[in-house]
Each structure stands twice: as structure tokens, then as C-alpha cells.
């Protein structure tokens, strides 16, 4: 039974039938035939409760949005005190809590000058391409094959065809792909000097986190520079912590032209993402303030969250907890992989950014189906099944990141057992 409120259903698979029927078919459908159909009720902390009353530990964190775990007490707090003076605002004129918030993102990277807000971390791109495009005179951008960026018109056109080619949003006169780590095939297409801007994630989440080769991100930059294209660096699932640093950026000793955040930017409370770019790049908003307009993008109240979202990541025990738990993950999952070698194969990391690599096509949709009957909850990368995302929380304790790790070592062989011949893992 779920009742709160104005909701009153009296049975998950109400939800779930109700779900198919006015929500989304084909996402509610895959999620029940990989075995995994969470309906997600009570959360808090680290730890999600199915409507079936199964408990789960959160390694998914939608994406990094729970950095600091469902329903962080002091981020609650600072929503319901921050209603007794804010609410939205609104977006045409100057505020507060928007230019609080800007300052503070700011001085986080101070060879930047300017924050134009979204409502999401594809929001977020959108702004980014389109001052690219105004700075630059140009209309192409070049992203990775296998890349993401969001789902909305010009963010899915720099993503996997499995995105973009649905809504015929494939454009290749105007965005161009290249390979990963192969800064030869970008300086190729850069050569045309066409190209608006490049855009990458620091680390590629939805390809599974393949980490970049050593100095590749800054070659990119550096012929970026030399043809006169913008770099943009994607932050809305590296950024805020999750590599040890604030931007994951920074720890490649990087100078973008601008970068986008988002996702755990709002706490896990009110969505906010934010473009953060050097004068250049949003000079257009001298010339027309109102060239790019969101009536949610920048919500006060949002705001308010966010700058307490980015006071608490600079706290020492903060910064200090994140190091244990990277630390923690690595040796722990290096003797699990150790036990498991025959199928369990690669870690890539960096902070409390994980991907787990397994020796199977699908391996990594078995070991998500294996760790929701354990009691964890992580996914597999959408466009390499072979990686899980295993993203910790910048907060979980020694306890959790044990049990995190019982459970994942418990579940290698359950895992295996969907991958015999003949089965269906989905």
C-alpha cells in the first residue's frame, strides 16, 4: 500500500500496471523483464525501500544526483526554511539567491566569468553549444562516438544514434563523432575550421567510464585552442567531488572554455543545472540578456539548495571522507575481482567513480540483476553492457561500504548463473 497524500495505490503492481498504461510502456516493460522492477517508496540516506518492502543500498544514485544520499537532514532543512522567503522567483530579473549561487560557481573555477542556469544537465549543454556557436561564428560540434549529453534537440544530436536517430535528431552536416581517447581524429575534423566547439564528459558515464588516456583530454583542449574551437567539459556525472576534486576538470589540469553541472548540483531536491563560461563564451548575453530564456532555470529555491550543496563539499571531513572511500573501494574490489578473475575482469576508477568491467556482452546486466536480488541497487552502462556503474556516495561509512561489498562478492555467482547458455539474462 502506498498512501500519501493525494497517491493512494494499493499494490506495487498497480504501479506498475497503471505505469504501463499512462507513463511509459517500453521503460516500464524492460525494467520488469531484467528481473529489476523497483517501485521506489520510503528512502533516506543511502538506502532505497522498494514498494514490496525490499531493501536496497543505493549504487546508482541516479546518475550522482544523491552525492550526499536521498534526503540529506541539513539539505531538507534548507528547503523548508529557504520556502519561508523564496520561491521560484522570477527569471527576468536579478535575485539574491541566483547571483549567490553564480558567485559561489565562480569562484570554484575563477578563469570562468558567467553562469547561465537550466533546469538540467541537457538544459545545461544546450547553452553551452548555442554561446559556442554565437562566440565561434560556427555551427559544428564535435562529441565522442558513444558519448551523451541529454536527451533534448541539440544535446541528443551529440549523443549515440540509439538517442538521437528516434526522433530524427541525427544531424551530420552539424555534429560530427569521433573516436575516444584518439586526439588524431578529432585535430582531423577541427582541421575543417567549421567546428563550434568540442564536447566530452571528463569520463564517459553512459559508455561506462572508460578513463581517458594520459594527456589526452589536454590535447584535446590544445587543438581545440589551435583551430579556434571551444572546449566544453561535460561535469554533470564527474563533477561536485566525485573524482576528488571539484571538477573532474581540474584533476587533468584542464582550463575549459566552459562546463556544464547538474544532476547532484540540487541535492537530490530541486533540479538545477548550470552552464559555467569565460566572458567570451557568453558574451551574448551583453548583447541580448534575454537570448536564452528558462522560466525554471535558476529557481530560487533551487538555488538556495545548490549553494549549500557546494558549502557542504568544502568541509575538510567531507573531503576527507570521499579519500576513505575511494580508497576503501579500490582494495576492496581489487581482492574481489582477484577471487573472481575469470569473470570479474577491470576496474576503472578515479575518486568515487567506478565502472566495472566484466568478460561478457551482457555481463554487466546479469550482475545489476544479481546485486537487486542481494539487496543493491547499481546499472549497467547503456551503451557497453559489459560495465556496471558502481558510484558510491561521497558520505557512506565504513559499515555500508562493507556490506556494499559482501553483497557484491555474494552476488558473482548468481550473476554467472543468468549467463549460462540457453538463459535470458532480459
Known amino acids: ?116 542556469y537550466g533546469t538540467s544537465g541537457a538544459e545545461a549543454v544546450e547553452i553551452a553549444l548555442k554561446s559556442a556557436r554565437h562566440a565561434t561564428k560556427r555551427r559544428k560540434i564535435v562529441s565522442i562516438i558513444k558519448g551523451y549529453h541529454g536527451h533534448s534537440g541539440l544535446s541528443v544530436a551529440t549523443g549515440d544514434e ?26 582531423k575534423v577541427l582541421r575543417g575550421g567549421d567546428v563550434a566547439a568540442f564536447i566530452i564528459e571528463t569520463i564517459p558515464a553512459t559508455y561506462g567510464f572508460p578513463l ?107 573531503i576527507s571522507n570521499i579519500q576513505f572511500v575511494s580508497e576503501f573501494f579500490t582494495q576492496a574490489l581489487t581482492e574481489v575481482m582477484r577471487r573472481h578473475s575469470d569473470f570479474f575482469v577491470g576496474i576503472r576508477q578515479r575518486g568515487v567513480v567506478l565502472g566495472l568491467e566484466f568478460d561478457h556482452p551482457e555481463g554487466a546486466l546479469a550482475v545489476s540483476r544479481a546485486l537487486y536480488e542481494n539487496g543493491v541497487w547499481a546499472i549497467f552502462s547503456s551503451l557497453d553492457k559489459r560495465v556496471l556503474q558502481f558510484k558510491p556516495g561521497l558520505l557512506k561509512d565504513v559499515d555500508l561500504c562493507q556490506e556494499i561489498v559482501d553483497r557484491f562478492d555474494a552476488a558473482m555467482p548468481r550473476a554467472r548463473h543468468y549467463l549460462k547458455p540457453g538463459r535470458r539474462v532480459a
Not at 498497480?14 to 520510503?42: C, H, I, M, Q
Not at 540509439?162 to 584518439?182: H, M, T
Not at 556525472?237 to 548540483?265: C, E, H, I, N
Open 212 to 318: 581517458p588516456h594520459d594527456g589526452y583530454l589536454a590535447e584535446c583542449q590544445a587543438l581545440c585552442r589551435k583551430y579556434g574551437a571551444m572546449f566544453i567539459a561535460d561535469e554533470v556525472q564527474t563533477g561536485l567531488m566525485r573524482t576528488g576534486v571539484m571538477w573532474g576538470w581540474q584533476s587533468y589540469g584542464l582550463r575549459p572554455d566552459m562546463f556544464v553541472t547538474a544532476k547532484g548540483l540540487g541535492g537530490g531536491l530541486y533540479p538545477i543545472g548550470a552552464c559555467v563560461m569565460t566572458a567570451r563564451a557568453g558574451a551574448w548575453m551583453e548583447e541580448d540578456g534575454a537570448a536564452h530564456i528558462s522560466t525554471g532555470g535558476g529557481a530560487e529555491i533551487g538555488c538556495l539548495v545548490a549553494f549549500k550543496v557546494l558549502e557542504m563539499l568544502r568541509r575538510p571531513e567531507v
Open 162 to 187: 540509439r538517442f538521437s536517430r528516434l526522433f530524427l535528431s541525427d544531424q551530420p552536416q552539424d555534429f560530427a563523432q569521433v573516436p575516444f581517447n584518439d586526439p588524431e581524429a578529432l585535430e
Open 1 to 116: 500500500m502506498f498512501n500519501y497524500g493525494l497517491f493512494n495505490f494499493d499494490s506495487k503492481e498497480a504501479v506498475l500496471e497503471k505505469a504501463s498504461k499512462y507513463w511509459n510502456p517500453g521503460r516500464t516493460r524492460f525494467w520488469r523483464d531484467a528481473g529489476t522492477p523497483l517501485v521506489l517508496d520510503r528512502r533516506e540516506g543511502y538506502i532505497l525501500h522498494d514498494m514490496s518492502g525490499k531493501r536496497l543500498i543505493d549504487l546508482h544514485l541516479n546518475g550522482g544526483t544523491y552525492n550526499f544520499g536521498h534526503r540529506h537532514p541539513e539539505l531538507v532543512e534548507t528547503l523548508k526554511s529557504g520556502l519561508d522567503h523564496f520561491d521560484m522567483g522570477n527569471h527576468w530579473f536579478p535575485s539574491v539567491a541566483r547571483t549567490a549561487l553564480a558567485e559561489s560557481l565562480i569562484r570554484t573555477a575563477p578563469h570562468l566569468q558567467y553562469v547561465a
